[in-house]
């Protein structure tokens, strides 16, 4: 409730043979009440919104999700694949545990892929050691180490969940109810797995009886690593002694993508430059092919073209679109046989004379 409506209720309930004008006794003796119940109405609707989930945030958003069962995702750490070799070019063996850093970032060797090539394991959680490539300096004392690239990601790190996307994350089991192996338990028990940013679940009626299909991504929705996939069907388990329940044979694989070229002519107003115009149209058709997410089984073409004519003002129309070789909207397999994930393939704009 506002100040002035706090302090004009109060004077409304005195007397009117009282004086109650700006200045006089009563109104400077109650402004500050006033203030002081307005301050205390604004911290209370304040503390009410921090109960609820929908409108919590932080600490106390932690606290909400909790009492459910859910806790928030932290920061993990990215392992990368490590190419070792000695002064001559040829493969070398590292010990375990030697650290070796890059832009900042350190990274400790976990174990032995073969001779030569190592795992290791970025010592800083979060999404930015997804990122880094190029040569690795050692810390500790390596006798005889002559290179060390820094190769593939193995196992994607994630950033620490945001209120938004753990918000969104209660939500969905508030509603799905994940309970005794049913489809929204294994989707939510994947997804808490390092690595997984992703999950679909195929049952019985797909596979047969007892048999339970999970398809992969990994943090960045991308089709997950043989390392990932391997430790998400070691941790299901085999007969009730990992997630997966007594009498239930889990399958585990990764999503495939699939790369969709985009071919758009494009009418420009006068005056228009088709090579500065180019690079938004390219990240338009980009962004809206990443924004179809994991489990969206159509790239629209309307949408598509919609993206394309409104990605730059010196558009004036749009010609021919073609999404994977055809003008129509492009159906994603979803089966555990097969599922496709989007991805922008080659782009090609021109402009119609």
Known sequence: ????????????????????????????????????????????????????PDTATGDFLDLSCSAFGLDRETATYSVRKVDCTDSAGEPMAVPVGARLGLGGMIFQIEKEISFGVYQAVAQTAGSAANLLSGDLLPIDNISGLGRAELGEVLIPARDAETDEEFRARFAQSVRETPYGGNIADYREKTLTIEGVGAAAVFGAPSLGAGQVGIVIADEQKEPATTELVDKVQTLMGVDGSGIAPIGHTVTVKSCTSLEIPVDAQLSLKSGANLDLVKPYVEEAIRDYISSIGFEAPTVFYARLVSAILTSHESILDVGTVTLGGGSANLALSKTFDSYQVAKTGTITVSEVV
């Open 1 to 52: 409730m506002e100040y002035n409506v706090i302090l004009q209720r109060m004077l409304a309930r005195l007397p009117s043979r009282y004086d109650k004008r700006e200045g006089s006794v009563l109104y400077t003796l109650l402004a500050p009440v006033a203030w002081a119940i307005a301050q205390c109405h604004y911290i209370l609707s304040w503390a009410v919104s921090l109960v609820f």
